[in-house]
């Protein structure tokens, strides 16, 4: 049941910055969901328009009556009660993880504070990659308080997990329940403690062997998927790992999801954005939970986010300039 405190779901609006094959599919999942108005907005003339058009000209199909504008300018996206930034450029051939973060650094921090001029109390959710960098980043560009600025990605990689764990046993994924933590890459953390079948821990379902397997397959998701399609990357689950994320926020439900969260001493970490399970409502990430972790589970998130770290030292030191 949703609360009464529910942002008004008849005037709620949603801008997506970024329609390419993620921002797009999630327009769709948010108007088809009958959750918000969307307003699209990219830099390539024409490519959110008729992206827009496409989804309007199914409303009566699909038994919706949302709003979708496509646009180029950032004023159509006025009063927006959430923006989601997923504009970017994919890591492509000769260049490397320093070239692509510089580039998307740019594009977000210039999208941010583009976007924040125009709805200045929106809650933000960022999806380019590289993900916990880029969140901060855009906190910084922001100047929003930090509950109300969040990455997608812990949803991606929990629900990779989840999807792993229900066709090695071949189960429902409905009955599956996982739980990843860390950052989206290589040192992200899942927990297969805290990953049950219908409340059975999978530690006691799958031996240590398999496990394993499993884990290095979620580490490689999003990997495996551009190895497969050559010619792009995923976004049929990342749209609607978003989805769920705005779905909660709207409707104020008050999900524990895990999400890049900013840190203040939970875990032991200060001043960085990472994923760990927060509780989402109407004014953005309402709590951190802290969950009880081992001294090995501990260390492999310290690590993690001493990657991280690393990698918001470089990024600032980039953008020293600007911001």
């Known amino acids: 049941m949703n609360s009464p405190d529910a942002i008004a779901h008849a005037s709620a609006r949603v801008s997506v910055i970024g329609a390419g094959n993620v921002g797009s599919t999630l327009a769709q999942r948010i108007a088809e969901k009958n959750l918000a108005d969307v307003v699209l907005l990219d830099v390539v003339a024409g490519r959110p328009q008729g992206v827009a058009l496409d989804l309007m000209e199914a409303r009566g199909i699909e038994g919706h009556n949302r709003q979708i504008i496509g646009t180029v300018d950032y004023a159509d996206t006025a009063d927006s009660n959430i923006v989601v930034i997923t504009a970017g450029l994919p890591r492509k051939p000769g260049m490397s993880r ?3 973060m510089r580039t998307n650094a740019n594009i977000v921090v210039e999208a941010t504070r583009m976007a924040i001029a125009h709805s200045p109390n929106a809650l933000l959710v960022l999806v380019t990659n590289p993900l916990d960098v880029i969140t901060y980043l855009s906190w910084k560009a922001s100047g929003r308080p930090a509950h109300q600025v969040m990455g997608m990605a812990g949803i991606l990689d929990s629900a990779r997990f989840q999807t792993f764990i229900a066709l090695e046993l071949g189960v429902s994924p409905a009955d599956v329940s996982a739980m990843v933590l860390g ?8 927990l297969p403690r805290y990953s049950t079948v219908s409340g059975i821990p999978i530690t006691e379902l799958l031996d240590a062997a398999t496990i394993e397997r499993l884990i290095e397959r979620t580490r490689n998701g999003g990997a495996e998927v551009v190895e497969l399609m050559q010619t792009g990357g995923a976004y049929y689950a990342p749209a609607s790992s978003t989805c769920r994320m705005i779905e909660a926020m709207l409707l104020n439900q008050s999900r524990l999801l895990p999400v890049a969260s900013y840190l ?22 309402e709590s951190v939970l802290e969950l009880d972790l081992t001294d090995a589970e501990r260390e492999a998130l310290h690590s993690s986010a001493k990657s991280v770290r690393q990698k918001n030292a470089q990024a600032l030191e980039m953008l020293k300039e600007s911001l």
């Open 98 to 100: 320093d070239d692509l």
């Open 183 to 190: 950052s989206h890459g290589d040192l992200m953390v899942p």
């Open 264 to 285: 203040q001493g939970e875990y032991g970490l200060q001043d960085i954005f990472i994923g760990v399970p927060a509780r989402l409502g109407k004014s953005g990430i």
